[in-house]
């Protein structure tokens, strides 16, 4: 049973557009939820994160929206560059419960010059 | 400035070889974690550590053990290959304590093929 999915495999921007990337999970217990980023042959690199206790957090070009009713978090990346074509995986941390990060399958950003 | 160090980059294995994956962070952090990743499948825990002397089960444990004698280190063993561990392997670190969250931060990773 997948806990936090990602059911868009991929997605494809043009330049200066915005990128939303979606993830939902089942378990009420995580409540520290994370973004990262990674390129072909390198380690996963964080990008932004959010606690549940916030429905908001922003960082430059990146904002992270939770919504903890609906268990939806998205990622918007705007304006979005070809540089930012790399693989998106959502996690997300329970460290009451289990401290086991659970990262989603990922999403592969495409932005098109 | 290291951050997580993976050792090897590469290896290959026959079926029924034991081997183990390396990993060393020099950032004094309480938590370590081994991941695989495999095409659609993202990227699955196998084991965790919240300290040294503690070690957990992921969700994809069975034919791998850890240890964690040391808070710098965790290594990853291979008891008896299977070509079902093929995958690249991430290892990763944070100082997540109780509420204080912090992200994870990942080595370069082992890609291991079995054959």
């Known amino acids: 049973d997948q806990q936090v999915k990602q059911n868009s495999p991929s997605l494809s921007v043009q330049e200066g557009r915005i990128s939303i990337l979606n993830c939902d999970y089942t378990n009420s217990m995580f409540d520290y939820f994370l973004w990262y980023k990674k390129y072909p042959a390198e380690g996963p690199t964080f990008l932004i994160s959010?606690?549940?206790?916030?429905d908001k957090n922003e960082d430059g070009r990146f904002t992270v929206f939770l919504n903890k009713s609906a268990k939806h978090l998205s990622l918007h990346i705007v304006p979005s560059q070809p540089g930012d074509s790399a693989v998106y995986f959502c996690?997300?941390?329970?460290?009451?419960?289990?401290?086991?990060?659970?990262f989603g399958t990922g999403t592969r950003l495409k932005v098109l010059a | 400035n290291a951050g997580v160090t993976q050792t090897p980059k590469f290896q290959v294995l026959k079926t029924g070889q034991s081997m183990t994956l390396q990993c060393a962070q020099d950032m004094n952090h309480e938590y370590m974690s081994w991941y695989r990743q495999d095409p659609g499948m993202g990227l699955r825990l196998i084991h965790y550590s919240v300290g040294a002397g503690i070690t957990d089960q992921g969700e994809v444990p069975n034919g791998y053990n850890v240890s964690r004698s040391t808070t710098e280190d965790f290594p990853l063993r291979l008891l008896s290959a299977a070509p079902s561990q093929t995958s690249v392997y991430f290892c990763?670190?944070?100082?997540?304590?109780?509420?204080?969250?912090?992200?994870?931060?990942f080595g370069d990773g082992t890609r291991l093929s079995i054959l």
């Open positions: 959010i606690s549940s206790i916030k």
């Open positions: 990763a670190s944070s100082s997540t304590t109780g509420a204080n969250n912090q992200p994870q931060h």
């Open positions: 996690a997300a941390y329970a460290p009451s419960g289990t401290y086991k990060y659970i």
